[in-house]
């Protein structure tokens, strides 16, 4: 096996932490999957080093926990405060934490490249956790690019980090359960919404209510979201369903929302305009491992595949945990990364066989209980059509600003995929590597093409996956 | 520019502000949090234009993986509003098309 440039000494990385250059275990990402896989490890004896790029650990669905006042507390409810017996380990020592560290490459040798405070260095692991979570599926609407458009998560970002809400008139757009909450936690802040505007439709229900048994397996859950559209209805929020042609329209920032409901066009003015549909395993580095993926039906993205225990698929020693390898939510993702923290202290030997493939399988009992309410959440809030693969005039490539016409007629000159789109106009090439246009690249193709996604497949994501400079790759 | 604000810090009124300055002008914004974040409750609705059409761009993800909240901070092109924390004179401008690396 080679060894990495680095990886002989030990790293200094100008904190009172000290990295040694070869740890048991490397965990990428502090969200609640990496978090409790780190956890898990650390309870077992393994060396553990969690690598996050944020400040403060929770990932995005804790996002500044440790520094949450009460206040923000309050407005974002007992299910973010769930995140502070995740966060504890990482913060008393037990585990080898470091904030603000990007990951840029990860090989299948288990070397990490990584850079903090502008320095880079590299990192030997025994075992990888892949905790990269999720994002938001990108959401192409005319407008989409507007200052002033921006994502439910974005929002509930700024909430969490700087307890800010957005001014007047505030729209939220789309459909999901982090839709519901944002207006939930907004009406607790005092923060005004002039208008929900939701896509989900009779239809939307009809096919969600076909497995029966789905919505029925997670009574709890079902409960809440019930009680988030109670509480917006009960507040007086105009409330529209099963909207349609979404557009956003302004000269250099939003102004205006339009869109059809009831037989209606409407045109609401709007200062900021909140759109969600949804979360999308966020897969870079699985790609740039050259791992396999296949194409979700259920969840209209690309899952990374995996086995029962969350290893990648022909990449021995290293595992996807939490929503990187489907959408499963929080909690869940925290039990599949227990659940892969007892797989990896098994196979170090900290374990017996027997106590770890009976745990193993009593998480993934419960875990499948959450697959199932997450098959009715998916066929509730499945991303409209128009709102994957959108009109000609529509910018799919923010960075390149290429529209779906565009990529439309690459298609009709014989371009066969994402990878030969970028040669003809650059899309997906530009500074976000693709990741808010490459599952509308994917589909549109398959349309287009008449053929399924996976015929299509996806763009050739290549190291590094996060921004670094040519000055830290020469010192490393 | 500095038409309505797209947010205002509802939750935290009592965090010490620190002043930065914004394409040359002095701009007093709220500590402990990311440039990105300081910015779009100061008034800021405009953070770059893009390379290709020169249209203007603010955050549109918050979490690093959509690039549009490209600024130039302390002399350094291309860097991720969202992902910096902001700090006391910081220098930040509006990033205008593609970066010039002198």
Redesign the interface.
């Known amino acids: 096996m080679c060894v990495p440039n680095g990886a002989q000494h030990a790293m200094n990385n100008g904190s009172d932490t000290q990295l040694q250059g070869h740890v048991d275990v490397a965990v990428i990402g502090a969200g609640p999957a990496g978090m409790a896989a780190a956890t898990v490890c650390a309870e077992h004896g393994l060396n553990v080093a969690i690598l996050d790029?944020q400040?403060t650990p929770g990932g995005?669905i804790y996002r500044g926990i440790t520094?949450a006042?009460r206040?923000?507390r309050e407005?974002l409810g007992p299910d973010y405060c769930a995140g502070d017996a995740l966060v504890a380990p990482l913060l008393d020592g037990r585990i080898n934490y470091m904030p603000d560290t990007a990951v840029w490459e990860v090989t299948r040798d288990k070397t990490l490249h990584l850079t903090q405070g502008g320095r880079s260095s590299s990192l030997q692991a025994d075992y990888v956790v892949l905790s990269t979570g999720a994002?938001?599926r990108p959401f192409p609407i005319p407008g989409?690019?507007?200052?002033?458009?921006?994502?439910a998560?974005?929002?509930q970002?700024?909430?969490k980090?700087?307890?800010?809400?957005?001014?007047g008139p505030v729209i939220l757009a789309g459909c999901g359960p982090l839709l519901y909450l944002l207006a939930a936690q907004y009406l607790a802040?005092?923060?005004q919404i002039a208008a929900v505007v939701d896509t989900t439709g009779w239809s939307d229900y009809w096919r969600a209510l076909q497995d029966g048994r789905g919505a029925a397996s997670d009574i709890s859950s079902l409960a809440k979201g019930l009680k988030l559209l109670r509480t917006i209805k009960k507040a007086g929020v105009p409330f529209f369903t099963n909207a349609s042609n979404l557009e956003a329209t302004g000269d250099?920032?939003v102004r205006e929302f339009k869109f059809t409901s009831g037989g209606k066009v409407h045109c609401l003015a709007a200062?900021?305009l909140l759109l969600h549909h949804g979360v999308v395993p966020?897969t870079q580095f699985t790609w740039s491992l050259r791992a396999p993926h296949e194409w979700s039906e259920q969840q209209l993205c690309w899952l990374p595949k995996t086995n029962a225990v969350g290893e990648l698929d022909g990449a021995s020693g290293i595992f996807v945990a939490g929503d990187g390898a489907a959408i499963i939510g929080a909690q869940a993702a925290a039990q599949h990364g227990r659940l892969i923290g007892i797989e990896i202290s098994g196979r170090a030997g900290r374990l017996s066989a027997g106590a770890r493939d009976e745990e193993v399988s009593r998480l993934n009992r419960r875990l499948n209980k959450t697959r199932q309410f997450r098959r009715f959440l998916d066929a509730l809030y499945r991303p409209k059509a128009a709102h994957r693969v959108p009109a000609d005039d529509v910018i799919v490539c923010?960075?390149?600003?290429v529209t779906a016409g565009a990529l439309r007629n690459h298609v009709a000159l014989g371009c066969l995929g994402p990878n030969q789109a970028k040669s003809f106009s650059r899309c997906g090439m530009?500074?976000?590597q693709g990741?808010?246009c490459g599952l509308t690249v994917t589909e549109l193709i398959a349309t287009v093409r008449g053929v399924e996604p996976a015929t299509v497949g996806y763009f050739r994501v290549r190291p590094p996956v996060k921004?670094v400079t040519l000055g830290e790759l020469a010192e490393e | 520019m500095m038409?309505?604000?797209?947010?205002?810090?509802?939750?935290?009124s009592e965090?010490p502000r620190i002043e930065i300055r914004f394409n040359g002008t002095p701009l007093e914004v709220?500590a402990?949090?990311?440039v990105a974040?300081?910015l779009?409750?100061s008034g800021v609705?405009?953070?770059r234009t893009?390379p290709?059409?020169r249209?203007?761009?603010?955050?549109?993800?918050?979490?690093?993986?959509?690039?549009?909240c490209?600024l130039e901070i302390d002399g350094k092109p291309?860097v991720?509003g969202?992902?910096t924390?902001v700090k006391e004179n910081m220098d930040v401008r509006t990033q205008w098309g593609a970066a010039r690396y002198e």
């Open positions: 790029d400040a995005q520094l006042s206040k923000m407005v994002m938001e989409w690019t507007l200052p002033g458009v921006m994502t998560g974005a929002a970002i700024l909430l980090t700087a307890g800010a809400t957005a001014m802040a005092g923060t250099d920032r200062n900021v966020n923010r960075c390149e600003e530009g500074p976000c990741r808010q921004q | 038409e309505e604000a797209l947010f205002q810090p509802t939750l935290v965090r709220p402990g949090t990311s974040a300081a779009l409750v609705a405009q953070f893009t290709v059409g249209s203007s761009r603010a955050p549109w993800c918050m979490m690093g993986v959509c690039f549009d490209l291309n991720q969202c992902m924390a």
